[in-house]
T-cell receptor
Framework: AQSVAQPEDQVNVAEGNPLTVKCTYS??????LFWYVQYPNRGLQFLLK??????LVKGSYGFEAEFNKSQTSFHLKKPSALVGDSALYFC??????????????FGTGTRLLVSP | SAVISQKPSRDICQRGTSLTIQCQVD?????MFWYRQQPGQSLTLIAT?????????ESGFVIDKFPISRPNLTFSTLTVSNMSPEDSSIYLC??????????????FGPGTRLLVL
């Protein structure tokens, strides 16, 4: 069965500093990995995904994530944080492949707080 | 990306009543999903709603409590029946397109915030 771990409930960073939100996963076979962001009183917005190919994927709002197969990680990063990045971030994983439906499994979420 | 709308955006309901949440998508999709996000929690899949077939429920969720309709490829409803305060959550509709580009991605609606008194 798939699982996702986000070890940090909250990450605090000062504006302008780089940020990292951690995610590790467990899945049978090749993983499809996703990051979503949830702003207060909003739904989930898709940020980026890794399906195959280059291990470094770039997404919306200047975010990027690096797929590391040996460490089974998919950490979310941004070189320079903005106050507006403050939100709840979810990592999710699905088993790859085209045969049948594979459920998307979410981590518990990490709250990012960017201070001015 | 998808344009997904939900109605109502929020509601306050009395114990024992039922609420039907609507989800409308801007284009046809094969798979639609309903999630629950309890306060301070992650997302939990309630059921998968495919057009032309019965919804498939996850463990812990039953059709009598959460009946789902999927009358066409752009619309679905979720009913929360005989509500109790424990049903207070955000309910999210999600879709996945089955086309070559972006088919692996699920997109989410803005959510319906439900408070049961």
């Amino acid at each position: 069965a798939q699982s996702v771990a986000q070890p940090e409930d909250q990450v605090n960073v000062a504006e302008g500093n780089p940020l990292t939100v951690k995610c590790t996963y467990s899945v049978s076979g090749n993983p499809y990995l996703f990051w979503y962001v949830q702003y207060p009183n909003r739904g989930l917005q898709f940020l980026l995904k890794y399906i195959t190919g280059d291990n470094l994927v770039k997404g919306s709002y200047g975010f990027e994530a690096e797929f590391n197969k040996s460490q089974t990680s998919f950490h979310l990063k941004k070189p320079s944080a903005l106050v507006g990045d403050s939100a709840l971030y979810f990592c999710a994983v699905r088993a790859g492949g085209n045969t049948g439906f594979q459920k998307l499994v979410f981590g518990t979420g990490t709250r990012l707080l960017v201070s001015p | 990306s998808a344009v997904i709308s939900q109605k109502p955006s929020r509601d306050i309901c009395q114990r024992g009543t039922s609420l039907t949440i609507q989800c409308q998508v801007d284009s046809q999709v094969t798979m639609m999903f309903w999630y629950r996000q309890q306060p301070g929690q992650s997302l939990t899949l309630i059921a998968t709603a495919n057009q032309g077939s019965e919804a498939t429920y996850e463990s812990g969720f039953v059709i009598d409590k959460f009946p789902i309709s999927r009358p066409n490829l752009t619309f679905s409803t979720l009913t929360v029946s005989n509500m109790s305060p424990e049903d207070s959550s955000i309910y999210l509709c999600s879709v996945q397109y089955h086309r070559d580009r972006g088919r692996e991605t699920q997109y989410f609606g803005p959510g319906t915030r439900l408070l049961v008194l």
